[in-house]
């Protein structure tokens, strides 16, 4: 997960930075921290951010081509 991706998930979701900490279970500064880039964060907390998103409803769309991104997962069914 990118930090623009963390971003345009969270919009999606209408989460806030801090909703998303503590979804995530971390303080606010991880979030704030790995979204403007001011610092590596490690692999397991972007693991559990990135969980956290997709828990709320966001998909993780890889590198295919046209680049990565996110979107709402399709709501209507139970998969």
Same mark, same amino acid.
């Given at each position: ?6 971003r345009?998930a969270?919009?999606?979701?209408e !989460? ?5 900490a503590?979804?995530a @279970? ?5 979030? +704030? ?7 590596? +964060? =490690? ?5 559990? !951010? ?6 709320? $409803? ?6 295919? $081509?046209?680049? +990565? $991104? +996110? ?5 209507? =069914?139970? @998969?």
């Amino acid at each position: 997960m990118t930090p623009a991706q963390c971003r345009a998930a969270r919009a999606l979701l209408e !989460m806030t930075q801090p909703e998303l900490a503590a979804a995530a @279970g971390f303080g606010l500064s991880t979030i +704030v921290d790995f979204e403007k880039e001011r610092r590596v +964060v =490690s692999e397991t907390a972007q693991a559990r !951010m990135k969980e956290a998103l997709e828990n709320a $409803g966001i998909a993780f769309i890889q590198e295919n $081509g046209g680049g +990565v $991104g +996110v979107r709402l997962r399709d709501r209507s =069914s139970n @998969g």
